[in-house]
Every structure is written in structure tokens, then in C-alpha cells.
């Protein structure tokens, strides 16, 4: 089994000064085998923080990063299950379930993981799944003053996965419970 990290737009320090000190205190070196992340890191400093949690770590390129060798896509295995990465910046509507299904099928991916809305969710969608991990921080979007920090771990065995939700609400660590397993 394998431990993933999926979270995304940062934005800090330029929206936001920090990750929330609640999720530093979960999020520690060595817990983690791989960090999928979103974009919208921002900077070389919050990069190499990420690093502290988990060196194996794939981040495509957001809208605000500093860094421009990030992919616009990748996709990565874990176990037997595929994951897509793309911040969601591109994809029109912007957070659109058919858009990001029309791009899990252009990925070919079991799991699409995208950004940019800044809001926690999930979709089954034509026997996959479409997660956004939210901003980790909190950072505001184009949409709304303020969002609900959140990310997702995934412990994927092979074709499943458990996929654990954290949220930050009201100064307390939220966490629900869902699960996934790929269709033969």
C-alpha cells in the first residue's frame, strides 16, 4: 500500500502567508510516500517544503508558479491505478464535471486530480474518479474571499483506494472517508 498526498493551490506567500500550522502537524516527513499536487505552489521555498514531507513529489504548473519547467499534464502509476494531474486553470468551465471527464479520457486515467477553483471535490464520473483537493491554505480565488483549507490522502492497494478528506473548519482538523476501486 502506498501512501499519496494530493493538494494544490497554495498560493503563499501572495494570497496566503502559510500552510496552516493544523495541517503541518499531520503532514510529517516520512508519513507520505508520494506527493500529487496541482500547481499554484508559487514559489521555490513552499517546493522545498514539500520536499520535507515526502521527496517523490509531481506538481504540474499552475498559473502563479515561479517555476516554468512544470508540466501542464502528467501522469503517474500508482499501484495499478493511474492518476492524471492538471491544475484546471484550462479546462472550460472551470471545475466543469463533462470538461474534466472529456480530459480523464484524453489522459487515459482512472483518477483526474485538478486544482484551480480552490473547492474541495469529488465525482464519480462513467466508472472513474474526479477529485480536487481544494486549496491546502485556504488561499482566496477568483470566485470567493475565502475558502476552506483541504487536501486528500489516497492509501492505494493495488486497483483500490481509500481516499481520506481533511478540512479545516473552524480551527479543527475535519476528516471523512470515501472509497474507489477501478472497474475491470
Same mark, same amino acid.
Given at each position: 500500500?502506498?501512501?499519496?498526498?494530493?493538494?494544490?493551490?497554495?498560493?503563499?506567500?501572495?494570497?496566503?502567508?502559510?500552510?496552516?500550522?493544523?495541517?503541518?502537524?499531520?503532514?510529517?516527513?516520512?508519513?507520505?510516500?508520494?506527493?500529487?499536487?496541482?500547481?499554484?505552489?508559487?514559489?521555490?521555498?513552499?517546493?522545498?517544503?514539500?520536499? =520535507?514531507?515526502? &521527496?517523490?513529489?509531481?506538481?504540474?504548473?499552475?498559473?502563479?508558479?515561479?517555476?516554468?519547467?512544470?508540466?501542464?499534464?502528467?501522469?503517474?502509476?500508482?499501484?495499478?491505478?493511474?492518476?492524471?494531474?492538471?491544475?484546471?486553470? &484550462?479546462?472550460?468551465?472551470?471545475?466543469?464535471?463533462?470538461?474534466?471527464?472529456?480530459?480523464?479520457?484524453?489522459?487515459?486515467?482512472?483518477?483526474?486530480?485538478?486544482?484551480? =477553483?480552490?473547492?474541495?471535490? &469529488?465525482?464519480?464520473?462513467?466508472?472513474?474518479?474526479?477529485?480536487?483537493?481544494?486549496?491546502? =491554505?485556504?488561499?482566496?480565488?477568483?470566485?470567493?474571499?475565502? !475558502? !476552506?483549507?483541504?487536501?486528500?490522502?489516497?492509501?492505494?492497494?493495488? &486497483?483500490?483506494? =481509500?481516499?481520506?478528506?481533511?478540512?479545516?473548519?473552524?480551527?479543527?482538523?475535519?476528516?471523512?472517508?470515501?472509497?474507489?476501486?477501478?472497474?475491470?
Amino acid at each position: 500500500m502506498v501512501l499519496v498526498l494530493c493538494l494544490g493551490d497554495l498560493h503563499v506567500p501572495y494570497r496566503t502567508s502559510d500552510l496552516p500550522q493544523q495541517f503541518k502537524d499531520i503532514l510529517l516527513p516520512g508519513k507520505v510516500g508520494q506527493i500529487l499536487c496541482t500547481g499554484d505552489i508559487c514559489t521555490k521555498e513552499m517546493y522545498d517544503y514539500l520536499k =520535507t514531507i515526502c &521527496t517523490n513529489i509531481h506538481v504540474v504548473k499552475g498559473q502563479f508558479d515561479e517555476d516554468h519547467a512544470y508540466p501542464e499534464t502528467k501522469v503517474v502509476k500508482i499501484g495499478d491505478l493511474k492518476f492524471g494531474l492538471v491544475h484546471g486553470h &484550462t479546462v472550460i468551465p472551470w471545475g466543469d464535471i463533462s470538461s474534466l471527464g472529456m480530459v480523464q479520457r484524453q489522459m487515459d486515467v482512472d483518477v483526474l486530480i485538478s486544482g484551480h =477553483t480552490h473547492e474541495f471535490r &469529488t465525482y464519480a464520473y462513467e466508472d472513474k474518479l474526479l477529485v480536487n483537493p481544494g486549496s491546502a =491554505t485556504g488561499a482566496y480565488s477568483s470566485k470567493e474571499a475565502s !475558502t !476552506t483549507p483541504s487536501f486528500c490522502l489516497f492509501d492505494v492497494d493495488s &486497483t483500490k483506494a =481509500t481516499i481520506y478528506t481533511y478540512k479545516l473548519k473552524d480551527g479543527e482538523v475535519k476528516k471523512e472517508k470515501m472509497f474507489f476501486e477501478k472497474r475491470a
